[in-house]
């Protein structure tokens, strides 16, 4: 459904939108077979927008909640 609003969006070089990805890592385990990464609608979305360099953002979370000890 994003996917193919992002895909309907005109493209033309866009100065002052930014695509903030929340999260590439923890999406949850009810994801469907059929559901489209976030990646994708953003990196379709960045392209529609004019691919400019530092306009597209995404950070990454824990997959896991609670205190880990790494080992060294």
Do not use: F
């Not at 469907?32 to 691919?51: E, F």
């Amino acid at each position: 459904m994003i996917l193919g609003l992002v895909n309907n969006i005109a493209a033309e070089d866009r100065h002052n939108i930014y695509i903030e990805l929340p999260a590439l890592v923890g999406r949850g385990y009810n994801q469907k077979p059929t559901d489209i990464n976030p990646v994708v609608n953003a990196s379709v979305l960045w392209a529609r927008c004019g691919d400019l360099p530092g306009h597209c953002q995404y950070a990454t979370v824990a997959p896991y909640q609670g205190d880990y000890i790494l080992d060294e």
